[in-house]
Antibody
Framework: QVQLQESGPGLVKPSQTLSLTCTVS??????????WSWIRQPAGGGLEWIGQ???????MYNPSLRSRVIISADTSKSQFSLNLSSVTGADTAVYYC?????????????WGQGTQVTVSS | DIQMTQSPSSLSASIGDRVTITCRAS??????LGWFQHKPGKAPKRLIY???SLESGVPSRFSGSGSGTEFTLTISSLQPEDSATYYC?????????FGGGTKVEIK
């Protein structure tokens, strides 16, 4: 059973860097097939794809956030991480990690439960 | 970016009603589309992948259709547990983009 779990601070000060980690179990993050994404949803808003990483380390980012985002992976720990710099209140949201399954249609088949991140001083 | 226009943004229907939600892509995306159900406080759940394939374990009252730029999610007989917000997602081109969501309420 594939499971994903987000972890990280729930409160970040403006202008600082938001850092979250997603721990994956039930599948190897280095299988070379799947892609690992971060997605967010502000209160009352819709879903926004932030970016993804593949096993070989290749990344793709949403252009709207590209200048502030870094997604990295530690396959030895079955983890991938999100760093979002220079945050403002607009970055307050529930952040999800999710898998794009290479053998299951390429949309998000497994999701973490989500973690609320609030940007406030 | 490919824009996904989802309609309606909300609807209210009775138990047993047939419900249809539409997503229109700003350019052709073949069948690279998924549908998700999202309930408050929970992770989104995939219902449909590649436009018309039913996710394992999802009730058969859910179905998806379409290709190219027009896609539809249908709930054939609305049940109380279907109260949620539904989103489409295109994964044909980066950045991946979601529709704006359809909030389904039970009358």
């Amino acid at each position: 059973q594939v499971q994903l779990q987000e972890s990280g601070p729930g409160l970040v000060k403006p202008s600082q860097t938001l850092s979250l980690t997603c721990t994956v179990s039930g599948v190897s993050t280095s299988n070379g097939v799947d892609r690992w994404s971060w997605i967010r949803q502000p209160a009352g808003g819709g879903l926004e794809w932030i970016g993804q990483i593949e096993a070989v380390g290749a990344t793709m980012y949403n252009p709207s956030l590209r200048s502030r985002v870094i997604i990295s992976a530690d396959t030895s720990k079955s983890q991938f991480s999100l760093n979002l710099s220079s945050v403002t209140g607009a970055d307050t949201a529930v952040y999800y990690c999710a898998r794009r399954g290479g053998t299951s249609g390429w949309s998000f088949d497994y999701w973490g439960q989500g973690t609320q991140v609030t940007v406030s001083s | 970016d490919i824009q996904m226009t989802q309609s309606p943004s909300s609807l209210s229907a009775s138990i047993g009603d047939r419900v249809t939600i539409t997503c229109r892509a700003s350019q052709g995306i073949t069948n690279d589309l998924g549908w998700f159900q999202h309930k408050p406080g929970k992770a989104p759940k995939r219902l449909i992948y590649t436009a018309s394939s039913l996710e394992s374990g999802v009730p058969s009252r859910f179905s998806g259709s379409g290709s190219g730029t027009e896609f539809t999610l249908t709930i054939s007989s609305l049940q109380p547990e279907d109260s949620a917000t539904y989103y489409c997602l295109q994964h044909n081109a980066y950045p991946l983009t979601f529709g704006g969501g359809t909030k389904v309420e039970i009358k």
